[in-house]
């Protein structure tokens, strides 16, 4: 059974650093294209890092409104997705969601309802 529980959530000041981290279990991280996404009031639910799976494209895409700032990364020892988020401003203030996928050989542009297994999320607010 795959499972997938997300945390690190929290309040961060503008400039500042959060990492989140879902542990994914049940599956081998390298078979699916992992995916963080995010949505805010007001705004559809954005997608804002993905890595397909290592036999796909083998590329890591990013959103614009964070390319140079986030990084998604996995640790298949611990079988992990992390989100490394980096000089964060108000307008990352979101619920961020983590995703993961057997069938997306090339997650860009990827929509959150293509992911078969998902989190409820965490908030992410940004301010000073």
């Given at each position: 059974q795959v499972q997938l529980v997300q945390s690190g959530g929290g309040f961060v000041q503008p400039g500042g650093s959060l990492r989140l981290s879902c542990a994914v279990s049940g599956v081998t991280?390298?078979?699916?294209?992992?995916a963080w996404f995010r949505s805010a009031p007001?705004?559809?639910?954005?997608?804002?890092?993905?890595?397909?799976?290592?036999?796909?494209?083998?590329v890591t895409h990013y959103g614009d409104s964070v390319r140079g700032r986030f990084t998604i990364s996995k640790d298949n020892a611990k079988n992990t997705v992390y989100l490394q988020m980096s000089n964060l401003q108000v307008e990352d203030t979101a619920k961020y969601y983590c995703a993961a996928d057997p069938s997306n050989y090339a997650c860009a542009g990827s929509v959150w309802p293509s992911y078969d297994y998902?989190?409820?999320?965490a908030q992410v607010t940004v301010s000073s």
């Amino acid at each position: 059974q795959v499972q997938l529980v997300q945390s690190g959530g929290g309040f961060v000041q503008p400039g500042g650093s959060l990492r989140l981290s879902c542990a994914v279990s049940g599956v081998t991280l390298d078979d699916y294209a992992l995916a963080w996404f995010r949505s805010a009031p007001g705004n559809e639910r954005e997608g804002i890092a993905c890595m397909s799976r290592v036999d796909g494209d083998g590329v890591t895409h990013y959103g614009d409104s964070v390319r140079g700032r986030f990084t998604i990364s996995k640790d298949n020892a611990k079988n992990t997705v992390y989100l490394q988020m980096s000089n964060l401003q108000v307008e990352d203030t979101a619920k961020y969601y983590c995703a993961a996928d057997p069938s997306n050989y090339a997650c860009a542009g990827s929509v959150w309802p293509s992911y078969d297994y998902r989190t409820q999320g965490a908030q992410v607010t940004v301010s000073s």
